[in-house]
């Protein structure tokens, strides 16, 4: 099964949480603090793996997590790190945010890396909270939760040449005629159901002077008459021809209309996207090999021919017209240096620099709790261990320090109320002089 689009999720490793304990020794009264720092949790990185053609690794597993930190220890022992997962992908791998759409990477060339998950920091221990008027602070930071995303991966062939056609136009039998493919061929509309991958030899095996090249052919599915609305399953073969260098735009001459074939496929061509007909695209006649073919290729010629479109005629399953099809591919194609890099669009790792600033934004949920959102109060709240008394009491201290404490209060806030902060739910409680 070729499968080339799917949603999966992706989890990092939570960081270690940081110990509060003290040094405990003989002969040494009243031991300070002595928390070592949690580990951080590993990360999730998606890398591209030359020996793979599809997505199938992930066709029943689709959910993934990073190992988390190790705690902190006594005698300032940190926790260990947690171990990155990395995901090998086939190249040509879009990596887009499910609930969002946006890109977050485009991965093309063998190794290239991109980390779509973070891991979480190690909480610090009770040592970095000792001041001169607080000698034995039992406070110590949680791990910070380690990001977690829905992926959808979409992948999209990487080939030096696309051919495209209506279905039943004679595509499959031209990849097995141009390559050593053999894909599934047979004389009805839709035989071909997922793409096939061939490797053409330019020059005769008797010409060893010849040329060296050796492009890629994607054979895709055929396509009908708004297959870029998503019609039949025009999306999902559309997107394979986007990376392609060349287009071979394949026409069954021997059909009721075969200029009617040629414009529905351009027009699809144009609607999914416009870049796709700027490509170099040569029209190949096939099925010369049949009387209706024959009678209807010179007025196709000249149609193309005033249209400022280069054609060639063939018989794909007889051969006729292949060597002039090999000359005129050779032709369109870069040379060897630039065909041995992947074709454009070049591969893309989206980096962002996410501020951590103090702004907060406070709402009102349907059921009256208060949602706090910003991504320091967010840290801290999921850092803080709230059944330690003084660790609380810290909490409310950064809610005084950054506004967010007059913020609720001034939106009507009163005692009994929940205010939720990333996954933490409090119960907002009266301060003495409100009470």
Request: net charge negative.
């Amino acid at each position: 099964m070729f499968l080339d689009r799917v949603t999966i999720f992706v989890k990092a490793g939570d960081g270690g949480d940081g110990a509060a304990t003290f040094r405990r020794e003989a002969h040494v009264p009243r031991g300070g603090p002595d928390g070592g720092d949690g580990g951080r949790g590993g990360s999730v990185h998606l890398t591209v793996d030359a020996g793979q053609t599809t997505l199938r690794d992930f066709r029943f597993k689709h959910h993934f997590k990073a190992s988390s930190g190790g705690r902190g220890e006594r005698a300032r022992r940190h926790g260990a790190a947690g171990e990155d997962l990395v995901l090998t992908l086939p190249p040509g791998t879009a990596v887009l945010d499910d609930d969002t759409g946006e890109l977050l990477a485009d991965l093309v060339a063998v190794g290239q890396t991109a980390m779509v998950a973070r891991g979480g920091r190690g909480g610090l221990g009770n040592t970095h909270f000792k001041t001169s008027t607080h000698q034995a602070p039992r406070h110590a930071q949680k791990g910070e939760p380690g990001d977690e995303r829905r992926l959808r991966l979409e992948l999209r062939l990487i080939a030096d040449v696309g051919l495209v056609g209506l279905p039943n136009a004679g595509k499959s039998t031209l990849l097995a005629a141009l390559t050593a493919a053999r894909p599934k061929i047979a004389d009805y509309p839709f035989t071909t159901l997922e793409p096939n991958l061939g490797v053409m030899e330019l020059s005769s095996p008797d010409d060893p002077t010849g040329d060296e090249r050796r492009p890629t052919i994607a054979d895709v599915p055929g396509l009908i008459e708004g297959a870029s609305g998503g019609a039949g399953l025009g999306h999902a073969f559309l997107r394979h021809v986007e990376r392609t260098r060349v287009l071979l735009h394949i026409v069954d001459g021997s059909a009721r209309d075969p200029e009617w074939d040629h414009d529905v496929i351009r027009d699809e061509l144009q609607a999914h996207d416009p870049a796709l007909l700027e490509k170099p695209m040569l029209v190949v006649f096939n099925k010369l090999d049949r009387p209706a073919a024959a009678d209807a290729w010179p007025a196709f010629r000249a149609a193309r021919q005033a249209a400022g479109e280069d054609v060639v005629a063939i018989s794909a399953i007889e051969g006729t017209g292949l060597a002039e099809l090999r000359a005129r591919i050779a032709d369109l194609l870069p040379g060897a240096a630039e065909l041995g890099s992947p074709p454009e669009p070049a591969g893309v790792v989206v980096h962002r620099i996410e501020a951590m600033g103090d702004g907060f934004a406070v709402d009102v949920e349907a059921d009256g709790a208060y949602r706090v959102r910003g991504k320091r109060i967010e840290r801290i709240a999921a850092q803080t261990n709230f059944e330690i008394e003084e660790s609380a009491d810290r909490f409310q201290r950064e809610l005084a320090r950054l506004g967010i404490d007059d913020e609720l209060r001034r939106r009507g806030i009163g005692p009994g109320d929940l205010v939720r902060i990333g996954s933490t739910e409090l119960e907002w409680e009266a301060q003495p002089w409100e009470a």
